[in-house]
Structure formats: C-alpha cells, structure tokens
C-alpha cells in the first residue's frame, strides 16, 4: 500500500476504469457484449450486428443494420499508396509486423483530417478502421505469397468478402463456402472485445494523449503480438505441433510433466487467463465452431484436433492445473479452426487484431466521449536510491 493505491505487479489489475461495453464474471465464465451473453450473440447474430452493438450500446434495426453494412462496403478499399508501404518488408515478414506498420500507416491518410475529441471523426474512422482491416491483413498475407492483391467485392458478406481476400485469385471465380464464412463470422464475434485485457489498455491509454485512432490502433496491434495475449493462439499450435512430433497423444503425459517444472518455462499455450478462473466461454464456443468446420472439411479425423481434446481432457482432471483454475481460453481451438480454414499459424494473431479492432475503438471512443477524461498517467511505487549527492 502506498497510500495512493495498491500496488499490484500486474500493474493494470486494479480498476483502471469505469466502462459500459463488456462484462466478465472470471467465477462464473460469463461474458456480456453491453449486457448480451456471448452464447446468444454467437447462435443469433452476425459480427456486423455485433460491431453495431460494441460501438452504439444497442442491436441494430434491419435499417440500422443495413445502414451500417454499407457504409463499412464503402470504406473496404485503402489508399493504393499502401501497396508500396508494403513493399518495404522481406517477404517472409511476420504478418503481425506488417500488420503494425500498415495500421500505423493509415494515420499518414487521415490524421490531419481527424481531431479525436470530434464525435463525427471518431464515428468516421471506426467505419474505415473496420472496414479497411480485412483488407490490409489479406494484403499482409498476400504479400507475403507473392500473390495478387484481390480488391474488396462490395456484394459479398464482411467474413466472405475477407475469404475472398484471402484465398481468391484474379485467374478464376472465388465460390464463398457457408460453413466457412459462418465460422469466420462467429472467429471475428469471439473476438471482438474483452474489457481491460492488455491491448485495450494499450489503445485506451495510446488514444488518451489526443493521438489519432489509427495510431492508437496500431500500438493495440502491437501489444496483442505477444504470446501471452493474443499470440497465444498461433503458441498453442505450434504447442501440439511439438507434442506431436514428440509422439502425440501417448506422449501428453511427459509433455505435462515439463509443464509442471516451473524451470522448463513450458506453459500449457491457450489454457489460463488473468480473469478466468473458470471455462473461457469463448473456448466452448470455439471448440463448437471447430467441429463444424472439421465436419464441413471431412477432417472430423483431424489428429490435432484429437490431441487437443486429449491435452484438455487430462489437464482437466489434472490436480495441478485444477488448483491453479486452468481452463482453455479463447485461443485453445481458435487455431485448429483457423488452420482448417487454411489460414496460416503467423496470421492467426493478425485475425485477432482484425476482430477486436471494433472493441479497441469502442473502447477508445468510449473514454474520449466522457468529458472528464484526461491523458493517462499511471504511477509506480518507486524502489530505487533514496535522494543522493555527486561525489
Ligand atoms: C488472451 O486479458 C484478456 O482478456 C486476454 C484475452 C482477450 O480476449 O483479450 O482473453 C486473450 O490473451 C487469452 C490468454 C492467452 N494466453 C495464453 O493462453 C498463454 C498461456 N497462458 C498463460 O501465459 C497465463 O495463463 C496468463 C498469462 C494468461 C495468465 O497468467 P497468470 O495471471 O499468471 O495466471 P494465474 O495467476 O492464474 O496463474 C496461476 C498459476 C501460476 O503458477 P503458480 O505460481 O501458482 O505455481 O498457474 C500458472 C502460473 O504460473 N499458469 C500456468 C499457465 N497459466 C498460468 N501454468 C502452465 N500453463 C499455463 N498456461
């Protein structure tokens, strides 16, 4: 105790803010888009309702709704001049750095027409950062298989038209599949926002200087990079690719074991949470999402798949992991379905950053439209040299 506060390692564990947008009850597993349970957002709406819902407080209308999808159509296309900021990255670039560099990049076309404390310009670009991030990420990867950029199509759905994106290619017609296109919607509404994790307090803190959003987007993008937030998904891959050359599913029982030497510095990759201390509701969903997927794909053989739900059978039952309330989290299954889709490991970060964009600037708006805000400034419990004189 200093007084002031508490000081907490985790240094944004204590309350760093008051906000409307979502509720997580870590005991229970619950999760609230602006009171709506995640479990019904995902059986009953789309991610365009749910962007609707993140930024404006309510579900939309049929005329709000089409109002709305339009005018993110509209702004699918980004400056052409992007192409050549591209063309500064290797190749074999992570997509999450290009990703950083490009978002950062927008704030070059529209900062000096944009003043953050205007509601009009807030609304305005979190029209064009939604509707420009499915573009940019499919040109990350594009880019990075020195493929063609494909041009947005304004007739498909938000997810079909970043399939398109992805996987379509000037030489032939791209056939949109439902089942994928559903499970790339439902990706992008598990993702879309989750209270005061680290990026969002990235964004809300970036955004507080008065910065424009596009830069305050680009330093969230940066954060949610690493493995223990947002790169988790692409770790947890690349977890059970290990267990498996390792010998797979017999082999679960040494790879525990290194878990539970704290001086492996192994972690279980997608299980666990600063918040949850109980099923990631998310995970439920995503574990749903991926046997559709697999079905539709007639991988339902999928040996990773059985890994996992192996790994999470035994980590369930496991002593250790119970004590310590480990349960899977979002990213436990996001990437056996995102692989399934054929979206590659060291993009699966980059969909993340594309689907929480709407709870970044929701949040960000959010702050800036309450008039008592101020920059943030965060203090620290200082442990260093009392005052001292130059010998
Ligand atoms: C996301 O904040 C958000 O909302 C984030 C997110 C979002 O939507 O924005 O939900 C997305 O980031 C999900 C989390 C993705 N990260 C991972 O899956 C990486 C693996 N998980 C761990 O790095 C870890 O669980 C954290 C960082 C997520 C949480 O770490 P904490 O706060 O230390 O967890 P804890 O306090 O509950 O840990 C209790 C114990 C500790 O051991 P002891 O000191 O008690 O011996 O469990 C251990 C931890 O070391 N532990 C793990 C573990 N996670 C915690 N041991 C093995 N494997 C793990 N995954």
């Not at 049929?62 to 591209?86: P, S, Y």
């Not at 594309?354 to 309450?370: K, Y």
Request: a neutral charge; proline letters at 5%; hydrophobic letters at 40%.
């Amino acid at each position: 105790q200093t007084g002031m506060f508490t000081y907490d390692p985790g240094f944004m564990s204590t309350a760093a803010c008051q906000s409307a947008i979502t509720y997580i009850d870590g005991d229970k597993g619950e999760l609230l888009y602006r009171g709506y349970p995640i479990e019904q957002l995902a059986q009953k709406c789309n991610y365009m309702d749910t962007c609707y819902l993140l930024l404006n407080g309510e579900l939309p209308n049929a005329a709000q709704k089409a109002d709305f999808e339009d005018r993110v159509t509209k702004h699918t296309m980004v400056n052409e001049q992007m192409q050549f900021f591209l063309r500064g990255f290797r190749r074999d670039a992570h997509p999450m750095a290009v990703l950083t560099g490009l978002v950062g990049g927008l704030s070059a076309f529209y900062h000096d027409s944009t003043d953050i404390n205007n509601p009009e310009h807030r609304e305005i670009s979190a029209i064009r950062l939604i509707a420009k991030m499915p573009t940019l990420v499919a040109m990350a990867y594009k880019y990075g298989k020195g493929e063609p950029y494909m041009y947005p199509q304004n007739n498909l759905s938000y997810a079909g038209n970043f399939l398109r994106m992805m996987f379509g290619t000037p030489c032939e017609d791209y056939k949109v599949n439902p089942v994928i296109e559903k499970a790339m919607d439902r990706i992008f509404i598990l993702h879309a926002d989750h209270e005061q994790n680290a990026s969002t307090s990235t964004v809300r803190l970036c955004g507080s200087s008065g910065t424009n959003p596009f830069a305050a987007i680009a330093a969230g993008v940066a954060c949610l990079w690493g493995p223990a937030h947002g790169g988790a998904n692409e770790a947890a891959l690349n977890m059970l690719y290990d267990i498996q050359k390792q010998g797979g599913v017999e082999k679960i029982g040494e790879f525990i074991k290194q878990v539970k030497d704290k001086n492996s510095g192994v972690k279980l990759m997608g299980f666990g949470h600063r918040v949850y201390k109980n099923y990631d509701p998310r995970a439920k969903l995503m574990q749903e999402t991926c046997n559709e997927v697999l079905a539709a794909m007639g991988l339902e053989k999928d040996p990773l798949f059985a890994l996992a739900k192996a790994l999470e059978k035994i980590a369930l039952e496991d002593e250790y992991f119970v004590s310590r309330k480990l349960y899977p989290n979002v990213d436990f299954y996001s990437g056996i379905v995102q692989r399934a889709i054929g979206i590659p490991v060291n993009l699966f970060t980059g969909i993340f950053a594309l689907a929480r964009t709407v709870g970044w600037i929701a949040q960000l708006n959010e702050m800036i439209a309450d008039p008592e805000y101020k920059i943030g400034r965060p203090r620290q419990l200082y442990v260093g040299s009392p005052r001292r004189d130059v010998p």
